[in-house]
């Protein structure tokens, strides 16, 4: 595999089937809210992104997971 940004790592991991379509559109939103992290100072926006790290975290576990059995 080669990528050359999250987003186009994520969509590998789909194209090989190491994840769902589901956890895909997870992960590219989580993408996107890190972005946003980034660059925005908005105490609601931080408030409902801080609402969806544990989600994150786990799908991030499963995915390392899934990576870890599938490449040994």
Request: charged share 40%; hydrophobic share 30%.
């Given at each position: ?27 590219l ?34 995915v ?9």
């Amino acid at each position: 595999m080669e990528c050359n940004s999250p987003k186009s790592c994520m969509r590998e991991l789909f194209r090989n089937r190491y994840i769902t379509e589901e956890e895909l559109q997870e992960l590219l939103r989580m993408v996107d809210d890190r972005n946003l992290t980034v660059h925005t100072y908005h105490e609601e926006l931080a408030e409902n992104l801080f609402g969806r790290l544990k989600d994150y975290a786990r799908l991030m576990r499963k995915v390392g997971e899934t990576l870890e059995r599938r490449l040994t």
